[in-house]
């Protein structure tokens, strides 16, 4: 939440001080740059564009966003009738990119693609306030285990290929300062890196690391969908 409220007040103020700053500025580096605001798949997104020929510009970026989610699971009934005490689980997502891209205009348009290299450090945490028990492996297979503690993590490679196509360019200023901007593209993120551990409570802790394996080669399955992460954003730019 830091982030995403930081990324916020950034951005406030970049778009409060850049007609200002335009104004006042010296011919320079802010000559063919802007500024571009965005929302989408990575989450709130911030860039800065700056042209370098007629139909090539550079993106330099971030984009922020957190979501925490929190799940006790079904209520199920002891041997003595009464119900036992649910194991809450709880995933955060965080999404953190810094992109950097160039963009080229073939037809000297609004029209581009784009490629470059996005640092990557999209994950979820993964921990649990066990009850009484907790229960690892397929529904017909499950096993009730013990445990003192349980966290975790889904990771993706910390430096990724981007392609992708949009509308927009930030360095141009012949229509005006204010432009829209869209962007749709793929984001190779690669295989998850997945890390559970678990700490057994009834010394059954081989049994349990065996059975967190196998959780883990699960979770892989339902994450492998997201080699490819799709991104897909829209926003406004302001040019100096």
Do not use: C
Request: net charge negative; proline share 5%.
């Amino acid at each position: 939440m830091n982030r995403l409220m930081t990324a916020f007040v950034v951005a406030f103020l970049m778009f409060a001080v850049a007609p200002a700053w335009a104004q006042n500025k010296a011919s320079g580096f802010f000559d063919d740059a802007g500024v571009t605001i965005k929302l989408g798949t990575p989450g709130v997104g911030l860039e800065m564009t700056k042209g370098l020929k007629d139909t090539l510009n550079a993106r330099l970026g971030f984009n922020v966003f957190s979501y925490k989610m929190s799940d006790s699971g079904e209520e199920e009934m002891g041997e003595d009738g009464k119900p036992k005490k649910a194991t809450e689980v709880s995933a955060k997502l965080s999404l953190f990119t810094v992109p950097l891209l160039l963009d080229w205009h073939p037809w000297k348009n609004p029209v581009r693609f784009s490629t470059g290299l996005i640092f990557n450090n999209n994950k979820i945490d993964l921990s649990a306030v066990p009850g009484e028990s907790i229960g690892l492996g397929e529904d017909e297979e499950e096993v009730d285990f013990l445990v003192s503690s349980l966290s975790g993590d889904v990771s993706f490679s910390p430096l990724v290929p981007y392609l992708g196509l949009g509308w927009g360019n930030a360095a141009e200023k012949k229509n005006g300062p204010w432009h829209f901007a869209f962007d749709l593209g793929v984001m190779f993120q690669g295989k998850p890196d997945i890390s559970l551990h678990a700490v057994s409570a009834d010394n059954r802790q081989a049994e349990l690391d065996a059975a967190v394996e196998k959780e883990m080669d699960k979770i892989e399955d339902d994450f492998s969908a997201f080699t490819i992460y799709p991104v897909l954003s829209a926003g406004v730019s302001y040019t100096f």
